[in-house]
């Protein structure tokens, strides 16, 4: 049988990961590759053997033997490039968050409905082997019904610059960046339900730091540390109509002494904890135990997940199983961050109808 040729949008970071996860797919062929910057398409495509580059998404769409595509743009472009690769009939995985507003992600909603093929939001965490453990756990009811969650994701210093920083391009900082996440697993985990409100607080205090000396950290290509238009802490408290709350923050910098991720779930018959560590809480004859499972990876794992994921997208294209991660989730998680910050924008909470 021939392999399925899969196209690649966007050829930065993150599109490294996602070109070695379907290198490593035995049912594929890196087929083509697109990115505005020419150079970096061409050394992508020599690096994973593909035989297209185009400076243009519209020209790799056009042929008509590419199967699927990975959208690993700017925020800004993944409703357009999804809604053009679904009308191509592409099936389409596109890195989170699915877009910077609920108007265009409902847009992308209805084109996946309109073309019938797959779109698979970039949620990595849900494939992670530590999300896999605990998910079982949940679904065989072990846990009992979750009622709250609390997420922290902050970095004292770790705005990246660049398209991150500019939010034209971004939709945002730490929270539509990395508050995507966070929420998103433990919303997941949480069994998706219904949100109800939104109340949230984004700063821009302490700006980027770009002043810092003597302590590295991650920054993009073109970091240019004059330019900043994004917050650098949210908090946020959502309510769903089951009566459960997630609480979260996440920052790209803070007067913190260190990093901090965490992702815990409570529960009525037992919590967990998935980061820093898998962890498993609970009572039994009146004792409280805490349970570490013996397992390879307790943290998130980012090549594994990655691998999983697009497998998974794979096998998803091919009608084998469900996605994990559908668009309407993708429309939800947008629904969530968007009122995040129109509730700090109007200091008011935000209610869904
Ligand atoms: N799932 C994760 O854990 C994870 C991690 C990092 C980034 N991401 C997501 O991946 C996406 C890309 O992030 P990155 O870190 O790779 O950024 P990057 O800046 O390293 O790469 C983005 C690339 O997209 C190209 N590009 C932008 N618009 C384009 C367009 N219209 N057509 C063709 N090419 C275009 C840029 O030239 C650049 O080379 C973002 O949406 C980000 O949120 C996800």
Redo the contacts with the bound molecule.
């Keep these: 049988m021939s392999k399925l040729k899969i196209g690649v ?7 490294e990961v996602h070109l070695n996860a379907y290198k490593s797919n035995p049912e594929v062929e890196i087929y083509a590759i ?4 020419e150079q ?1 398409a061409k050394e992508k495509a020599e690096a994973f053997g593909a035989s297209h580059v185009f ?3 519209h020209d790799l769409l056009a042929l008509p033997e590419i199967h699927s595509v990975s959208i ?4 800004n ?2 409703a357009e ?1 999804s809604i053009a690769a679904l009308e191509a009939g592409k099936h389409v995985l596109v ?3 699915l877009c910077k507003t609920v108007e265009e992600a409902l847009q992308v909603e209805e084109a996946v409905q309109k073309s019938g093929k797959l779109l698979q939001v ?1 949620f ?1 965490r849900r494939y992670g082997s530590n999300t896999k453990i605990l998910k079982q756990f949940l679904d065989n009811g072990e846990l009992g019904e979750i009622y709250y969650a609390k997420a922290s994701c902050l970095r004292r210093l770790g705005n990246p610059g ?2 991150f920083s500019d939010k034209e391009r971004s939709g945002g900082g730490p929270l539509i ?1 990395l508050g995507v ?1 966070v929420i998103d697993i433990c919303w997941y985990l949480m069994g998706r339900p219904k949100v109800k409100s939104v109340t949230g607080n984004a700063y821009n205090r302490l700006g980027n730091r770009s002043n810092i000396k003597n302590l590295s950290f991650y920054r ?2 073109d970091y240019n540390g004059a330019v900043n238009t994004v917050e650098d802490l949210a908090n946020a408290l959502i309510r769903f109509e089951n009566g459960a709350s997630i609480m979260v923050d996440v920052s790209f910098t803070l007067h913190a002494q260190k990093d901090e991720l965490s992702v815990k779930i409570y529960g009525d018959k037992g919590g967990a904890e998935l980061e820093p560590e898998l962890a498993i809480v609970t009572e039994k004859h009146d004792t409280i135990l805490n349970v570490l499972p013996q397992v390879d990876n307790l943290s998130f794992d ?1 090549v594994d997940a990655f691998k999983n994921e697009i497998a998974h997208f794979i096998d998803a294209t091919m009608g084998r199983k469900e996605t994990l991660s559908p668009v309407q989730d993708g429309v939800e998680m947008m629904k969530m961050l968007c009122a995040i910050y129109e509730s700090s924008e109007t200091g008011k909470e935000i209610v869904f109808e």
């Design positions: 949008i966007g050829a930065g970071s993150i599109s697109c990115d505005l910057n970096r400076t243009n998404y690993c743009t700017w925020n472009s993944h490039i890195e989170k968050p970039g990595v660049g398209w960046d996440h993009a290509a980012f």
